[in-house]
């Protein structure tokens, strides 16, 4: 059996299928204090001056509002907007630039928001912009997401010019129903030949994002949409699950809860959606991730060299991650660094201060020893202790024993195997990695106030 096959069996992901972080950071998102302060976050540039910079932009401008979306988004039809964001942005870029004079750029990323809903001259700036203050390597990873219902064609060409080579689309489901649903319509033809061109452009990698749990979904017409992505063929795929919480996200009251599928045939979905990617060929690489055996991300899961952070997985782990614009994160040395979140709040901070750091956190050296511990279960469903003893100077079994406590159900559930030398988590509980590294989550223990966050499965 390979070290990335899945056993899907039902009565454990009933069992295990509570609410849990998704573990992009460890700790947590929810540990960031506003206590943290610029001057931890330029001392945090120093610690390791040799890595790698990742650049993430945020882009937070949306043409139309999609029902189930959770992300820090503006939607807006006046582009002057994105003019005035860009303004204020370059104020940010110089600031922060200036404290990684010496760092070498091997990963660009745009996110949002929908960052195609810049125009041609807009991408232009903004590229150029980077490039003038940040060190690019000649061969940067740069990629961004895009809306497939508001780009024209001939946008991947420009964008390819301006050294693009990896794209993302939102494509979330081929149903109509289901699209007007959650007030996301888009041209079926349109989407195939995006990936045609991109795929002519030289783009090195496609990634669709697909969500279940929509309204309106079935096991039947999520089978139609898996049919069509097999013939789109992209490099990754995405198949996230819909979180509804419409308490926290305003646009969700739109969706009724009536038209949601039901949690069984939620299961039903992803288990088909499973067997038919990896029917088709995807590696399994964790989570909601799939990807071709001939891809860098499978190949540095196999290699051993596959990491995690704000963006998902990567291969880029041994970078310093700078996020800019309003809401991005940053993971710079040994602490976690985020931007205001509300837009005007953000524009005043940079016009005040050159950046807008609204909170952060300086991991201990507990936290890191705890991060490389459920970084290395969530990346390679494995973990040596001789490794984390040798990193960090524990004795593991001594250090953890609480938390192996808390594992042992899991193992006789039959999700892990506890070695003498290490933990293997097994094809039945891959699905369920986010429930085994919860077992070394010491701020999750402490929690006693309620807190949401989304369904494991």
Request: aromatic residues 10%; hydrophobic residues 40%; contains cysteine.
């Amino acid at each position: 059996m390979s070290a990335q096959a899945i056993e899907w069996d039902m009565a454990m992901i009933q069992k295990y299928n509570y609410s849990g972080p998704r573990y992009t950071s460890y700790p947590t998102a929810l540990e960031f204090s506003p206590e943290y302060s610029n001057d931890a976050f330029e001392q945090a540039t120093t610690r390791f001056p040799e890595r790698h910079l990742s650049l993430y932009v945020h882009i937070p401008f949306c043409h139309r509002l999609c029902y189930f979306c959770g992300c820090n988004k503006l939607v807006t039809r006046q582009q002057h907007k994105a003019e005035e964001y860009l303004s204020v942005l370059e104020k940010e870029i110089v600031h922060r630039a200036s404290l990684f004079a010496d760092r070498q750029v091997s990963q660009l990323h745009w996110g949002g928001g929908t960052p195609t809903y810049l125009n041609k001259s807009q991408i232009s700036r903004l590229v150029a912009l980077l490039r003038k203050h940040f060190n690019f390597m000649p061969n940067i990873e740069m990629s961004l997401e895009l809306d497939p219902r508001e780009i024209e064609l001939d946008v991947l060409d420009h964008l390819r010019l301006e050294g693009f080579n990896r794209l993302s689309m939102g494509v979330q489901d081929f149903n109509k129903e289901v699209q007007q649903k959650v007030n996301r319509v888009q041209d079926e033809e349109f989407i195939f030949a995006l990936v045609e061109r991109a795929k002519a452009l030289g783009f090195s990698s496609t990634n669709i994002d697909l969500i279940y749990g929509l309204p309106k979904q079935t096991p039947e017409s999520f089978a139609l949409t898996l049919r069509r992505v097999a013939e789109l063929n992209p490099d990754r795929l995405s198949v996230f699950n819909y979180a509804h919480m419409p308490t926290l996200f305003a646009a969700q009251r739109k969706i009724k809860e009536a038209d949601l599928p039901s949690a069984e045939d939620r299961l039903r979905i992803l288990q088909q959606s499973i067997a038919s990617l990896t029917e088709s060929g995807y590696q399994f690489i964790g989570m909601d991730h799939f990807a071709r055996p001939q891809d860098e991300l499978a190949i540095a899961q196999r290699n051993g060299e596959l990491h995690r952070n704000f963006q998902g997985y990567t291969t880029q782990g041994e970078s310093d991650l700078l996020g800019l614009g309003v809401s991005a994160i940053s993971t710079i040395g040994d602490t976690y660094a985020q931007n205001e979140k509300d837009l005007k709040t953000y524009y005043a901070q940079v016009e005040a201060n050159g950046h807008a750091l609204w909170r952060g956190l300086r991991m201990t050296d507990e936290d890191c020893l705890r991060r490389d511990v459920i970084k290395s279960l969530i990346c390679h469903f494995a973990l040596d202790f001789a490794e984390i003893e040798q990193s960090h100077g524990v004795s593991f079994r001594d250090y953890f024993a609480e938390d192996l406590a808390l594992l042992a159900p899991l193992a006789q559930d039959g999700l892990v195997d506890i070695g003498d030398n290490g933990i293997v988590v097994t094809p039945k509980g891959r699905l369920l990695v986010r429930n085994i590294c919860m077992c070394f989550d010491s701020y999750l223990r402490q929690q006693v106030r309620q807190r949401q966050f989304s369904r494991v499965i």
